[in-house]
T-cell receptor, first 112, second 111 residues
């Protein structure tokens, strides 16, 4: 798993509540990415980071925010969860370049 | 919007046959190309990368790239039931910020 831990692995929450997903990596990778995967849509980029406190938006960033205060942790927050955010969320550090991604085990999020 | 297109399948092949998976991309400036394998309920796993035109072989897998045609393919020789999975094609954006993924092709290998 290339030293990648996502937590929680599964979460069920209610519409309107904030949710934070955590990605922890132990190998000092600079680049980290959050993707969501949905049937019929494939993997879509939410946000990414190219260093501590350096983040940028991806294709489907609305309703999501991220923070990276330490190299090893990249947090994804759903500010007010909606049913359309029910998905599998993958964190992926990239090495040795910013292009070669290695995925964590994923978080299955259900918003009821 | 940059796109990566794959046939969704399912692609069904008998054990021992060659499976051919195809991918086209729209961003002519893309420089890096990857194939990921994803078993049901699991995370994507990188199996091949290719950066220059031609073929690249790794065991039973061969990746082929034709930048002029904006086409990438993956050949799996001597297909095994354990190869049954969804195969994702991923292409770097010209801006180099992140990978763009196709929706995947489901491969089924029957014994």
């Amino acid at each position: 798993d290339a030293g990648i831990t996502q937590s929680p692995r599964h979460k069920v929450t209610e519409t309107g509540t904030p949710v934070t997903l955590r990605c922890h990596q132990t190998e000092n990778h600079r680049y980290m990415y959050w993707y969501r995967q949905d049937p019929g849509h494939g993997l879509r980029l939410i946000h990414y980071s190219y260093g501590v406190k350096d983040t940028d938006k991806g294709e489907v960033s609305d309703g999501y925010s991220v923070s990276r205060s330490k190299t090893e942790d990249f947090l994804l927050t759903l500010e007010s969860a909606t049913s359309s955010q029910t998905s599998v969320y993958f964190c992926a550090p990239a090495f040795p370049t910013n292009e070669k991604l290695f995925f964590g085990s994923g978080t299955q999020l259900s918003v009821l | 919007q940059k796109e990566v297109e794959q046939n969704s399948g399912p692609l069904s092949v008998p054990e021992g046959a060659i499976a051919s998976l195809n991918c086209t991309y729209s961003d002519r400036g893309s420089q890096s190309f990857f194939w990921y394998r994803q078993y049901s309920g699991k995370s994507p796993e990188l199996i091949m990368s290719i950066y220059s035109n031609g073929d690249k072989e790794d065991g039973r897998f061969t990746a082929q790239l034709n930048k002029a045609s904006q086409y990438v393919s993956l050949l799996i020789r001597d297909s095994q039931p354990s190869d049954s999975a969804t195969y994702l094609c991923a292409v770097s954006s010209q801006a180099g910020t992140a990978l763009i993924f196709g929706k995947g092709t489901t491969l089924s290998v029957s014994s």
